[in-house]
């Protein structure tokens, strides 16, 4: 694994940083569903299901915006080689996947 340099004191200003997060598509998207609704462009039921499944997105998107503000403050630089980019971006892949595969057999686990 890639070792980069990190700012120091970086984990408390992030944690600062996630109370500014806000619920991103709730607050954005959510009235312009209910103008499209109002112009006729879609029903109030295919509003529903459309929010319905756009809320799945939100933990996702305000983790990625989080995310980024966490690179931002975590390490001085986003100029790395491309090796170290593709290092990161492999170490995070595997972790993905190692992730998934123990969600997926906790779930077998719990049903009996």
Not at 5 to 30: D, F, S, T
Not at 45 to 59: D, F, H, M, T, Y
Not at 89 to 103: E, H, R
Request: charged fraction near 20%; avoid cysteine.
């Amino acid at each position: 694994m890639t070792q980069v340099e990190v700012n120091p004191g970086w984990e408390a200003k992030y944690q600062e940083v996630l109370k500014y997060i806000p619920n991103i598509i709730g607050e954005r998207l959510h009235p312009i569903i209910n103008q499209m609704v109002a112009d006729g462009l879609i029903t109030a039921g295919e509003a529903a299901r459309s929010k319905w499944k756009i809320s799945l997105l939100e933990p996702v998107v305000q983790r990625m915006i989080a995310n980024m503000i966490k690179g931002t403050l975590k390490y001085p630089t986003d100029d790395w080689p491309i090796e170290t980019w593709m290092s990161m971006s492999l170490d995070d892949m595997a972790d993905s996947v190692n992730y998934t595969l123990l969600t997926h057999n906790q779930i077998r686990s719990n049903r009996g």
